[in-house]
């Protein structure tokens, strides 16, 4: 029988979060398939790649590519998992400091092994490389 607990070595420990959120960069990290529109699409059978989003870029000139989930809300508004143009009214008004010069976004894929040997790390690399305070994560 497979150890129930194996899964816990690969969960992200808890850091307790010390700034305060004016002070802080925030990055956006998103697993619903939003993109630039000029990026190459995911593919929506499976993409284990992600895109980097400049964090410049606004909620119209996003897209989305998944066929996994109900995306009705999304086609109003990006802002509902990506929100962009939420992040950039915060750093507006002085409720965080900014945002980091990127963002990124993965695909849907069923190849976890890969996903957890191999994208999450270059992606955990990338997100570091922008040096943000806190990282905002959502899901498709």
């Known amino acids: 029988m497979e150890n129930p607990l194996e899964l816990s ?6 850091t307790p979060f010390g700034k305060r959120l004016e002070d802080s960069l925030i990055c956006l990290v998103s697993t619903a398939g939003v993109r630039a529109k000029p990026d190459a699409p995911f593919n929506v059978e499976g993409d284990n790649g992600f895109r980097r989003i400049a964090s410049t870029l606004r909620a119209e000139e996003l897209a989305v590519d ?9 086609d109003k508004d990006v802002n509902c998992v990506f929100p962009v143009d939420r992040l950039a009214a915060l750093a507006h008004e002085g409720r965080i400091a900014g945002v980091t010069p990127e963002h990124f976004s993965m695909g849907f894929s ?7 040997e191999t994208t999450v790390p270059q992606l955990a690399r990338a997100v570091s490389a922008t040096r943000p305070d806190a990282v ?5």
């Open 66 to 74: 998944d066929v996994h989930y109900d995306h009705a809300c999304i």
């Open 110 to 116: 069923q190849a976890l092994r890969e996903l957890r």
């Open 9 to 14: 070595r690969y969960c992200v420990p808890y």
């Open 136 to 140: 905002l994560l959502t899901g498709g």
